[in-house]
DNA sequence: GTCTATACTTCGATAGAC
DNA sequence: GTCTATCGAAGTATAGAC
């Protein structure tokens, strides 16, 4: 019942994707979004009501999405430094697998948030809050030292987005041989989990010391 | 002789740091950029010969004034940790009198690097090759483990980039009351400092072992 | 749901006088 | 160096037939 009428919407939305992430929202072509997805134009104004909502139905999908994967994570019972492994594998993974998504992170974060209207932001407030309750869990359990959660979020997230992002960037300058820039995927995720236990390391070395 | 003749091209690279940075290059409008550097908009294209140009000539100076001051503390003779500090300390000042420098950042990495000439290619490869340089002569005195070059780079930068330049998002959500996500500019600085120290620091806790 | 044709607007860029 | 006036190219959005 009704399943072949969501592949339009669908096909436009990840056309849109491409196009947002490439040009950014005042650069992207509504012509280009129809074009790539293979529908007439009109229908993209059929669908969503303006550019204006493409986006804002493209960002809450996107935000969700990470969401669920993260919550996911922060659900098992994975002490809390697994948990951080695996909240910097799964992200590296979510941005390895959707090219585009930290284009669009690194466009909307420099817009200010401009477009986003309440669910989508609350949708993007909860990707920190959920750090935050691991990293809780882990200053609770003796594991980690205190840390403000924004701080830990984007100790996180900030390199994993401009790794990917600049990938383009990177191989230009590598291949110019201005520096050689190149790290692989999974030196990299290697080395961000490294960083991120090293973080939030209690002060003493052993695993469970008795806080008092 | 002539000090009046640079006024204008000056007011003019200041207008369009703000324009950029808050629209990007594609949603920047060159009238609004005459508009408030008070000149008239052919005089925009009498000194930079396009929109395009202008941006160009904007990136360059910007990434040569972020090198300038990252260059003169790795030419400091302080110890390779201080100087990490310092590094994270001068790149949090940089983007705290520049306001506009991040979003510029955030945007010209989403866009691949597509408008970016030779020149400013090298000049913003330079950045990552001096934090290189320090944690190099910090690995062969022994005080820091061996990182690649581009993950000590992006550790640093990209949660600076990402805090400035997620200020007003962070004040949004904030004032929703969705989640608290304040943290202030020097708690901030020093919790990166910290952080940078526990990334690099060598696998032994003594400041100065012998290698061999 | 889908397509054609087009109205309406905005914007980058320049011509040409002073 | 500076200003006015304007061209021409894109671009968003919709009307209306099927």
Do not use: C, W
């Not at 849109?16 to 012509?31: K, L, N, S, T």
């Not at 920190?128 to 840390?147: L, M, N």
């Not at 290697?190 to 052993?206: K, T, V, Y």
């Amino acid at each position: 019942m009704g399943r072949k009428a969501r592949v339009s919407p669908d096909r436009i939305l990840a056309a849109a994707e491409v196009e947002f992430a490439a040009r950014g929202f005042a650069g992207a072509r509504v012509d280009r979004i129809a074009r790539r997805a293979r529908v007439n134009k009109a229908m993209i104004y059929y669908h969503f009501r303006s550019k204006q909502e493409l986006y804002r139905a493209l960002l809450r999908r996107m935000f969700q999405t990470i969401g669920d994967r993260l919550r996911e994570v922060a659900a098992s019972d994975d002490s809390p430094a697994a948990k951080i492994d695996r909240v910097v594998a799964t992200l590296a993974e979510l941005v390895g697998e959707h090219a585009h998504l930290p284009a669009v992170m690194l466009r909307e974060i420099a817009d200010g948030g401009a477009r986003l209207d309440r669910d989508t932001l609350a949708a993007l407030a909860a990707l920190p809050a959920v750090v935050a309750g691991i990293v809780q869990q882990g200053v609770t359990e003796g594991a980690f030292r205190p840390v403000p959660p924004i701080f830990a979020y984007f100790a996180m997230v900030a390199p994993i987005i401009f790794y990917r992002a600049s990938a383009p960037i990177r191989a230009e300058v590598t291949d110019l041989h201005l520096v050689d820039l190149r790290l692989t995927p999974e030196a990299f995720v290697h080395h961000m989990q490294e960083a991120q236990r090293r973080i939030l390391a209690g002060a003493g070395p052993s695993p469970s010391r008795p806080t008092s």
